[in-house]
C-alpha cells in the first residue's frame, strides 16, 4: 500500500492501481485502500466505481461526486495520532474528489490544510506534497520543498517514505543540497545493507561536494565490501576533513588488519582509546583483534589481546562475545579458569573446548536482520573453531575457520581475526 502510495505521488497511477489490488489480495480489504484504489483509477482515466461501491458510490455519479460519496464526513476529532491520519486521508480523498471536478483552488486549500499536520511519516502527506509541487511547481511552493526535506533528513530510519523523498530531493536539487540528499540516502542503503548502491551515492555526493560523514560511510560500505585499501583512504580522508572523529581511527584500524599491516592498526586503535570521548570499548575490542591476527608469539601478542579485551570489559563491555574473546586469547597464556563462561553457560567440570561450545550453543538460524545473522554466524564458526584448537582438534578448527571466512562477512572482527589465523593455517 505505501509502496502503490509512492508511485501515486510521482503520478503513476496505472501502477499504483495495481499495488493497492495486491494490497486488498494480501488482506487489505479496508476502507482506505479501496479509496486509493478507486482515486488511481480515476486519476489514470478509468474510473472503476465498484471499488467504492460498498459505500455509496453508483457508477451514475461523476468520479468526483463518487469519491466524496464514499469518503464520508469530515472525521470530527483530531486529538490522538489515529484522528489526524484519518483527517490526513480525508483531507487528501477530498482534494482528489476536487481534482477530478476540475476545482484546482479548493483542492489545493484541502492538501496545504492536510500538510500541515505534519505527518511526515505517513504515505498520504507525501502524496498531498507531490499534488502541491504539481499545482504550483517545486519552485513557488519552498513550504514544500522544506517539508520533503524534512521527510528525507528526518523520516522513519529506513522507510520507504524518507526513501522516496530523498530521491525526489536528489532529482530535483543541485551543487551541496544535492551531495547532502545523496549523502542520507547513502546512509539509508548502507542500513539496509544495499552496499553498492550506497557506494554509488556516497561516490557521486563526494565527487560533488566531499565531507567527513560521505567519506566514513564510504569507507564502512567499501570494507563491508572487501575493499580494505579503499576503505583506510576513505577514513583517512574523512579524519582528514574532521579531526578527532574516534569511528574513523577504528575505521582504519579494521582496514589495516584486512590488509594484514597488524602492527600499524595496534597503533591505530591505542591511538583511537586515547581521543576524548571516544569509543574505548570498540577500540580496546579493535586493539586485542589486531594482537590476536598477528599472532606472534615472539611479541606476546596473545597477551596482549587478553589485556586489551580486559580493558574493554572494564570500559563496560562484559558480553557473551567479549567473553568468549577473553577466554580463547587467556586460555593459551596459562590463564585455567572457565568462571568467565558459566553465567553463559559454562561449567567448571567441562573441559576447556566443550565450555565454549555450551556458550555458544547451537549454529544460529537465519533472522530478518541479515548483517546480524551474519555477525552471528561468522563469530559462532570462529571461536568453535578455537573450542576444537582447545580438544587438539587441529582438522576440525581449520574447517571452522575456513567456515568462517566463507561468511564473506568482510567487515567482522571475527572475520578478519579468522582469515588471519587461515593464512598462518595454510602457510604452515
Known amino acids: 500500500k505505501a509502496h502503490g502510495a509512492i508511485l501515486f505521488a510521482r503520478g503513476d497511477h496505472g501502477r499504483a492501481v495495481a499495488l493497492f489490488e495486491h494490497a486488498e489480495l494480501r488482506g487489505d480489504k479496508g476502507k482506505s485502500n479501496r479509496l486509493w484504489r478507486y482515486a488511481a483509477s480515476a486519476r489514470d482515466g478509468a474510473p472503476a466505481v465498484g471499488h467504492i461501491a460498498d459505500y455509496g458510490a453508483r457508477a451514475d455519479m461523476s468520479p468526483g461526486q463518487a469519491l466524496r460519496t464514499a469518503l464520508g464526513n469530515r472525521p470530527s476529532s483530531a486529538s490522538t495520532r489515529s484522528d489526524r491520519e484519518a483527517t490526513l486521508e480525508w483531507l487528501f480523498f477530498s482534494g482528489q474528489s476536487l481534482l477530478l471536478d476540475g476545482n484546482r483552488d479548493q483542492a489545493r486549500a484541502r ?33 514544500s520543498l522544506e ?180 577466554y580463547i586469547t587467556a586460555y593459551p597464556s596459562g590463564y585455567r579458569s572457565s568462571e568467565p563462561l558459566w553465567k553463559f553457560g559454562g561449567h567448571w567440570e567441562m573441559t576447556p573446548g566443550k565450555n565454549v561450545r555450551a556458550v555458544l550453543g547451537p549454529k544460529p538460524e537465519p533472522r530478518g536482520n541479515v548483517t546480524y545473522y551474519d555477525d552471528r554466524l561468522t563469530e559462532w564458526h570462529y571461536f568453535t573453531a578455537h573450542s576444537y584448537a582447545f580438544d587438539g582438534d587441529r582438522l576440525t578448527m581449520i574447517r571452522h575457520l575456513t567456515e568462517a571466512v566463507a561468511t564473506k562477512n568482510y567487515g567482522n572482527i571475527a572475520y578478519l581475526v579468522a582469515l588471519a589465523e587461515l593464512r598462518r593455517e595454510q602457510g604452515e
Not at 120 to 143: F, K, V
Not at 216 to 226: E, K, L
Not at 279 to 303: E, I, S, W, Y
Open 111 to 143: 492538501f496545504v490544510e492536510g500538510r500541515a499536520l505534519g505527518l511526515h511519516d505517513h504515505h498520504a502527506h507525501i502524496a498531498i506534497l507531490a499534488e502541491l509541487r504539481q499545482l504550483d511547481s517545486l519552485a513557488a511552493d519552498t513550504a
Open 147 to 326: 517539508e520533503l526535506g524534512q521527510d528525507c533528513e528526518r523520516g522513519s530510519p529506513g522507510g520507504e517514505i524518507r526513501m522516496a523523498a530523498c530521491t525526489t530531493l536528489i532529482a530535483r536539487a543541485s551543487g551541496a543540497l544535492k551531495a547532502k540528499y545523496l549523502t542520507i540516502r547513502g546512509v539509508l542503503y548502507k542500513r539496509r545493507d544495499a552496499f553498492a548502491r550506497a557506494e554509488e551515492d556516497l561516490s557521486q555526493s563526494i565527487a560533488i561536494k566531499p565531507s567527513a560523514l560521505a567519506h566514513a560511510t564510504r569507507g564502512f560500505v567499501r570494507r563491508m565490501m572487501g575493499q580494505y585499501q579503499s576503505s583506510y583512504d576513505d577514513y583517512a580522508e574523512a579524519a582528514r576533513l574532521d579531526p578527532g572523529r574516534q569511528e574513523d581511527t577504528t575505521g582504519r584500524g579494521l582496514a589495516l588488519i584486512g590488509l594484514g599491516r597488524y602492527e600499524e592498526a595496534v597503533a591505530m586503535f591505542e591511538r583511537g582509546r586515547r581521543l576524548p570521548g571516544g569509543n574505548k570499548t570498540d577500540a580496546a575490542q579493535g586493539r586485542g583483534a589486531a594482537r590476536l591476527a598477528r599472532g606472534d608469539p615472539a611479541k606476546d601478542d596473545v597477551r596482549q589481546a587478553t589485556h586489551a579485551f580486559g580493558l574493554a570489559k572494564m570500559e563496560g563491555d562484559d558480553s557473551r562475545t567479549n567473553i568468549l574473546w577473553r
